[in-house]
């Protein structure tokens, strides 16, 4: 595989981007009608992107610093005034994320909600094209680019399969972002007018050098230019949008809409460590405090709203900006130990909540009592009868003379794989052992301990506090809402269950297994991404000297002596 992907290199890195644009152009020629041919097509380029996010992984993983880091120049223009993508460790590992779950989702998605609207599949193409795109770029302006494209196919993914509850959370989702696509202009307007540039790694190196009277203009920039992000990172107060957007979604859009919000932390992640490192002068630590302290109040909200929630696609939600509020506030306190941690916890934070919002349209499937309405893709509607005077016992119910049911019915088989694929997301989505959620949060806590010659700075004992506790309302408000679903004596028959349908749940759940019997090698690929990202000279020192290919004048490609006598 390193071999492979060494010969493909430098040009394998441009694949993430060209080949969902390449299949997005081609399902645009496919007839509607022709549902299968175009599933296939999505399905062979989706799992092609994985397999190129794989090599890429494999690439770097084999290399060392500054070796890790791939440089392409697409327009072949001298650093910094050309594109140029860049990968790295944090880079590679954000694209095997985003090709993992946009394969899980889209196979859930040929059950039934591909055929629910029209052009899902080269919007989903597209999705993935701006996700790809915005982990690779080098530069500020084409994270813009990236950063429109990946919203333009969200809007029309949120609004796939109509209904007047998705158009109204639509309109929201839309106005907000556009709100936030302006901020990010002004910022980085901003943010050029005053360092001449654009591209990342140059601008880290100019930071330091930026006049003192000039400095107060370009922070005012970055923090514009935060506050888009951390609008789609889900920081309190500005996440009001996203549960009621998320839980509106069909549930192949939810689970890669879990995906955008960790394009918001990776660029905080990516723009934190490079720009405001150390090494930046007046401009070291910029912004961190508030990462740290708004982190903790999304963490907080978070989970109080898990515990007022419920529906389980508002819960799952929830769970987006619990975990978004963990990695900011993990961020915030810019410790390389405690990033390993947090950089395990990412991806599966990310495949669990993915996973848990393709099982809640399973369980709200399940609370109809019509089977033939499991099958409707436009029924979009909250039938879920919550209240406890809906969920009576019927008449001659076998009762024990504590007036308890008696056990000895069977359980579907349907029922107990949702039922048994809920209890594994929450122990997931709650931390609890012995699966990786758990071992991504002690490895955070036991870095958040370890403060060698010092003792424990209190705002750590406090984001510990805040991490435990949210895991223990993330657990009582999943349990209440599995007794409600799963133990409830409600009269209904058995749920339609597709294997198509329970498959990616399943996979998805088995990656996050995986983790958790290769924890150690994870850990060790997320501690080598952190130590290279609190080094933002290895980063710096690789784009900027990065050399275009020398390209043939008309002279070589004639044959004739150079003028001038050159050779």
Request: some cysteine; glycine content about 8%.
């Amino acid at each position: 595989m390193t071999a492979l992907a060494q010969a493909l290199m430098p040009h394998l890195m441009v694949a993430p981007i060209l080949l969902p644009l390449l299949a997005a152009c081609l399902l645009m020629f496919v007839s509607e009608r022709r549902h299968r041919t175009k599933a296939t097509l999505g399905l062979l380029a989706t799992a092609a992107n994985l397999c190129v996010a794989v090599l890429l992984v494999f690439w770097v993983k084999a290399g060392d610093e500054p070796d890790a880091f791939g440089i392409y120049l697409p327009s072949n223009w001298d650093v910094p005034y050309g594109i140029v993508l860049v990968l790295d460790r944090l880079s590679a590992l954000m694209l095997v994320m985003t090709a993992l779950v946009a394969l899980m989702a889209l196979l859930f998605s040929l059950a039934r909600w591909h055929r629910a609207g029209a052009h899902f599949h080269p919007l989903f193409q597209i999705q993935i094209m701006g996700l790809n795109g915005a982990f690779l770029t080098g530069d500020l302006f084409n994270l813009f680019v990236f950063f429109e494209v990946m919203l333009a196919a969200s809007y029309g993914l949120l609004l796939h399969g109509s209904g007047p509850a998705r158009v109204k959370a639509g309109l929201h989702y839309i106005a907000i972002n556009l709100a936030a696509s302006s901020l990010f202009l002004v910022g980085a307007a901003l943010i050029y007018g005053v360092s001449g540039t654009l591209n990342m790694a140059d601008l880290a190196a100019r930071i330091p050098e930026v006049p003192s009277a000039d400095r107060a203009l370009l922070h005012a920039g970055c923090a514009i230019l935060a506050v888009a992000f951390l609008a789609k990172a889900a920081m309190w107060p500005m996440n009001f949008w996203l549960v009621p957007a998320y839980a509106s979604a069909s549930a192949p859009s939810a689970a890669v809409f879990a995906l955008l919000t960790k394009v918001g932390i990776y660029v905080l992640l990516r723009l934190s460590t490079l720009l405001f490192s150390d090494d930046a002068g007046e401009s070291a630590g910029f912004g961190s405090q508030w990462l740290l302290w708004g982190g903790l109040a999304t963490l907080t909200m978070g989970a109080i709203g898990m515990m007022s929630a419920q529906r389980p696609a508002r819960m799952a939600g929830f769970a987006v900006i619990i975990s978004s509020g963990t990695l900011m506030a993990v961020l915030g306190l810019a410790r390389p130990e405690v990033t390993a941690g947090a950089l395990y916890y990412l991806p599966v934070s990310t495949f669990a909540v993915a996973a848990f919002f393709l099982l809640t349209e399973l369980m709200d499937r399940s609370r109809q009592s019509d089977p033939a309405r499991q099958q409707a893709p436009e029924d979009e509607e909250d039938h879920l009868p919550f209240s406890m005077a809906e969920l009576e016992l019927p008449r001659g119910a076998n009762l024990d003379e504590d007036e308890v049911p008696l056990v000895g019915r069977a359980i579907p088989a349907s029922t107990a794989l949702l039922g048994l694929a809920f209890i594994v997301c929450t122990l997931l989505l709650a931390g609890l052992p012995p699966f990786s959620g758990f071992i991504g949060k002690f490895a955070m806590l036991s870095a958040l301990l370890d403060a060698p010659g010092a003792a424990v700075a209190p705002v750590s004992w406090l984001l510990m506090a805040c991490i435990i506790v949210s895991g223990l309302l993330a657990l009582l408000a999943l349990s209440r809402t599995g007794i409600r679903f799963f133990w409830a004596p409600v009269d209904r028959p058995a749920p339609v269950l597709r294997v198509v349908e329970y498959l990616p749940i399943a996979l998805l759940i088995a990656l996050c297994v995986v983790f958790t019997v290769r924890a150690e090698a994870v850990m060790r690929y997320t501690s080598a991404t952190a130590a290279a990202l609190y080094q933002p000279r290895l980063y710096i020192d690789a784009v900027m000297t990065s050399r275009p290919l020398p390209t043939p004048t008309n002279a070589d490609r004639l044959g004739v002596p150079q003028p001038g006598g050159r050779p």
